[in-house]
């Protein structure tokens, strides 16, 4: 699995939207990108996913570069609820995946009213 | 609802003492797993089931014993647990091992032994 670089945290406004950058340069053709968050007490939460277009879902927007050596999770409008460590996390196909989710040290998301 | 569940929450127990944090999952998911969390180190696989009577060890195995007897529950059995396994417990399913699964995640349970 490639290794995943984040910043260790970011800051933003309510209501604001939110790019969190996440670089995976060693990233093979067929690893698929993940985004978990975790908010305070909680266990991860699954926010979105992606392999080579860009993706939408109810709770974020995933934008994948062309050569797919990073990707930045969006969140269109901050909430209080959102403030959490997001981690970005590649997983590689084939034979030799066991499933396993490999979290580095996330970024750490603070909202501000 | 869809969910992971995962008891107890809470656990404060003594050294040597065999204890067992259950895992159950209502939504037919073949792969489930068990992750511990640790300031500094994140969160590390512990366990992982492809299906049932399917099991394998993941990075930190030692210590802990899973089955998967049935495909919805994957109980973490602590023999004989020591302080260095003090720690927060997650359990997490999805449906397939694939690499483009959904995983889902159990609330914790926060183990202290003494």
């Known amino acids: 699995d490639a290794k995943t670089t984040q910043p260790n945290s970011m800051e933003s406004n309510e209501e604001e939207p939110v790019h969190l950058p996440c670089n995976h340069s060693?990233?093979?053709?067929?690893?698929?990108i993940h985004w978990y968050r975790q908010l305070p007490s909680q266990g991860p939460e699954y926010v979105i996913h992606?392999?080579?277009s860009n993706v939408n879902n109810r709770m974020a927007s995933l934008a994948i570069a062309e050569d797919r050596k990073s990707s930045t999770l969006i969140l269109h409008r901050a909430t209080l609820r959102d403030a959490a460590v997001y981690y970005c996390?590649?997983?590689?196909?084939?034979?030799?995946?066991?499933?396993?989710?490999?979290f580095g040290q996330g970024t750490t998301l603070q909202v501000k009213p | 609802e869809a969910q992971v569940t995962q008891n107890p929450r809470y656990l404060i127990t003594v050294t040597g003492k065999k204890l067992t944090v259950t895992c159950s999952q209502n939504?037919?998911?073949?792969?489930m797993s068990w992750y511990r969390q640790d300031p500094g180190l994140g969160l590390r696989q512990i366990y992982y089931?492809?299906?049932?009577?399917?099991?394998d060890k993941g990075d930190v195995p030692e210590g802990y014993k899973v089955s998967r007897k049935e495909k919805r529950n994957f109980p973490l059995i602590l023999e004989s647990p020591s302080p260095n396994q003090t720690s927060l417990y997650f359990c997490?399913?999805?449906?397939?091992?694939?690499?483009?699964?959904?995983?889902?995640f159990g609330p914790g349970t926060r183990l202290l032994v003494l």
């Open positions: 997490a399913s999805s449906l397939f091992r694939g690499n483009g699964e959904t995983q889902y």
């Open positions: 060693t990233i093979s053709g067929t690893d698929y």
């Open positions: 992606g392999l080579t």
């Open positions: 996390i590649t997983l590689r196909g084939g034979s030799g995946n066991t499933g396993k989710l490999i």
């Open positions: 939504m037919n998911h073949e792969y």
């Open positions: 089931s492809m299906n049932v009577e399917v099991t």
